[in-house]
């Protein structure tokens, strides 16, 4: 959807140009108008980030529209309107999107909006894929892979560029998945990476111990062996206590 407003002193043009929006184009909203250069210096002082596309008439009731650029940051698209070609080197002097000469036409009006449409569309943001959540993963015992639920797992660490998963059983178990790879495929709510080399599980934690320095040292849950450090780092300490929380 475009968002529209018309600065046009002639009621007549303003709805000639309304019912053409409206009939031609449907993605156009007309979000308001005004009439003199002094409105449309209030409505951009209050409202200058709503519109996309501004139509302005060059011709106003106090003046021109010239005066309005000197006088007010326009951030929307600007499409001069006007039954005068002797203002175009002006309006490309400020900018102006496009230069419709009244009656305007359909085809001109497309070629304008197809010209907003396009550069939206360059500007939105590209949507990140989500990592759909993992509820087990693969694990080597000897020659043989097998699933461990995520539902069972202590800790993954990473050591002599290896990653290790600790289950709440204190088994251990080398994975094919980086740190940063598993980290991305957890529960957020029930994982937390403690520093660059260990994830741990709320599950896994029995209490936590304040160190100097601002680290904290974790002691694990009855029954779950410590095979690395266990301990969370000073810039992760605050987050670390929020998510504990």
């Given at each position: 959807m475009i968002q529209a407003f018309i600065i046009e002193d002639e009621p007549m043009a303003r709805r000639s140009l309304e019912n053409l929006l409206q009939t031609h184009f449907p993605y156009v909203s007309v979000i308001g108008w005004a009439g003199s250069v002094r409105d449309s210096l209030r409505y951009l002082a209050e409202h200058g980030d709503e519109p996309d596309v501004i139509f302005m008439d060059v011709e106003l009731s106090d003046g021109n529209c010239f005066e309005i650029f000197r006088s007010a940051t326009i951030k929307a698209e600007v499409i001069m309107t006007t039954a005068y070609d002797n203002y175009a080197v002006n309006a490309f002097r400020v900018r102006s999107l496009d230069y419709l000469l009244k009656p305007i036409e359909v085809e001109d009006m497309h070629r304008a909006l197809s010209r907003i449409?396009?550069?939206?569309?360059?500007?939105?943001?590209?949507?990140?894929?989500?990592?759909?959540?993992?509820e087990k993963f693969l694990v080597h015992m000897g020659e043989r892979i097998v699933p461990v639920a995520v539902k069972d797992i202590a800790y993954f660490y990473a050591e002599d560029k290896q990653v290790w998963l600790?289950?709440?059983?204190?088994q251990r178990?080398?994975?094919?998945?980086?740190?940063?790879?598993?980290?991305?495929?957890?529960?957020?709510?029930?994982?937390?990476?403690?520093?660059?080399?260990?994830?741990?599980?709320?599950?896994?934690?029995?209490?936590?111990?304040?160190?100097?320095?601002?680290?904290?040292?974790?002691?694990?849950?009855?029954?779950i062996k410590a095979y690395t450090d266990l301990t969370v780092s000073r810039s992760r300490s605050d987050e670390f206590l929020s998510w504990l929380a």
């Open positions: 449409l396009e550069k939206q569309q360059a500007s939105a943001p590209v949507p990140e894929k989500a990592t759909p959540v993992r600790v289950t709440l059983a204190s178990y080398l994975v094919d998945d980086s740190l940063e790879v598993a980290g991305e495929q957890l529960p957020a709510g029930k994982f937390f990476r403690i520093s660059r080399s260990v994830i741990l599980s709320s599950e896994a934690i029995e209490s936590v111990l304040k160190l100097p320095g601002g680290r904290m040292k974790v002691s694990p849950a009855p029954g």
